[in-house]
């Protein structure tokens, strides 16, 4: 959780930071180096309109101002602001599982070959201990499974499966949040859809049927707005949790077959005493 909200803080920080580092264009020098060209004469007979050079900037910077992603952020109102942080939730989300689920955490290279190793040679106490001092899953697995080994084979391997079905359940519940903010951020679009033709027909209502386009279109505005972020957002969130829920299923499996194949010599030696 302290990783998701560092994550979090950070996506929050970094546009500031990176506005804060941007620095305007001195056209003066260029102006220096590069003479103002003359506006040319228009020709005899052409009756198109010359704008001044100012006011095609002017024009320019408006549009520009118009169509910003800060307007977009702005238009979207309460629920467009929650539709963000969820946003800055989701990735922080993806950020975290790529990098704990994957299969070098959780079936970390050449430790499967050290535990049975010791356990060919016959050092059950070193393997043991090997796998208790080992946070990943693989490690935790093998250490439940033998850590039973006096009740014989049937106590450790049933160990080991409820070991490894409670990790999965795990990681399962921690990507879960991805789910829930792909099903809720739809509807958070779909309430501010709903709050913006109220909006519209209420200044409809306002002006006894005569209202003008521009008086209806900040209601619909937000709801268009609000219904993109909310698709923008659920969109990646269920893609990742789909993705992320397919591989815990292969690592699940893969630490299933690594466990099995490490635990071959102590299932022998239980074997051979009966147990």
Not at 19 to 43: F, K, M, N, T
Not at 113 to 139: I, M, N, T, W, Y
Not at 165 to 174: F, G, M, N, S, V
Request: proline share 5%.
């Amino acid at each position: 959780m302290k990783r998701i909200l560092a994550i979090v803080l950070f996506l929050l920080i970094s546009p500031l930071f990176l506005s804060a580092q941007e620095q305007p264009l001195d056209l003066g020098v260029v102006e220096s180096v590069i003479p103002a060209a003359e506006p040319s004469a228009p020709a005899p007979g052409d009756t198109k309109k010359v704008v001044p050079d100012g006011e095609k900037t002017d024009q320019t910077a408006k549009k520009r101002r118009q169509s910003s992603f800060l307007d977009l952020v702005q238009a979207g109102g309460l629920i467009g602001y929650v539709i963000i942080l969820l946003s800055l939730v989701a990735v922080a989300l993806m950020i975290e599982h790529a990098l704990t689920i994957r299969q070098k955490v959780m079936i970390p290279p050449g430790f499967g070959e050290k535990v049975l190793q010791h356990l060919s040679q016959g050092q059950f106490v070193p393997a043991l201990q090997l796998c208790k001092s080992d946070s990943s899953v693989l490690g935790q697995v093998l250490y439940a499974g033998m850590s039973e080994y006096e009740l014989g084979w049937n106590a450790v391997e049933k160990g080991a499966e409820e070991a490894l079905t409670e990790h999965a359940a795990r990681l399962y519940r921690k990507i879960e949040y991805l789910n829930v903010i792909g099903n809720i951020a739809p509807m958070l679009g779909l309430l501010g859809t709903v709050v913006g033709m109220i909006y519209a027909f209420q200044q409809l209502a306002e002006s006894e049927g005569y209202a003008r386009a521009a008086d209806l279109a900040e209601g619909i505005y937000l709801a268009l707005v609000t219904t993109v972020q909310g698709l923008v957002v659920a969109i990646p969130s269920l893609a990742a949790y789909s993705v992320f829920s397919n591989r815990i299923a292969f690592l699940v499996a893969e630490t299933t077959l690594v466990a099995e194949q490490v635990m071959l010599p102590v299932k022998k030696s239980l074997l051979k005493k009966g147990k």
